[in-house]
């Protein structure tokens, strides 16, 4: 039962990072689930549950660090 929750709870975040990729940072759809799934998130939850407690905006913000996207992140937060 735990498991089928925070399954669906990571699924329901990494949905919502990339919903928050395409209207904060105006990525593609495309892009925006490609930078999710390259960055395996909800294995990272399933292994961090503790991440739960971050928004869709801090992990889209952190997803762009991590792949260097420094244009979107000085374009959109500047």
């Not at 593609?28 to 930078?35: D, G, N, R, V, Y």
């Not at 294995?43 to 244009?71: F, G, M, N, Q, R």
């Amino acid at each position: 039962m735990f498991d089928d929750t925070l399954k669906n709870d990571a699924r329901l975040l990494a949905i919502n990072t990339v919903k928050e990729l395409i209207v904060s940072f105006n990525k593609s759809l495309e892009e925006a689930e490609k930078i999710v799934k390259q960055a395996k998130m909800e294995e990272y939850i399933l292994k961090h549950p503790i991440t739960l407690h971050d928004s869709a905006y801090d992990w889209a913000v952190k997803l762009l660090t991590e792949i260097e996207d420094i244009e979107t992140l000085e374009k959109y937060l500047s």
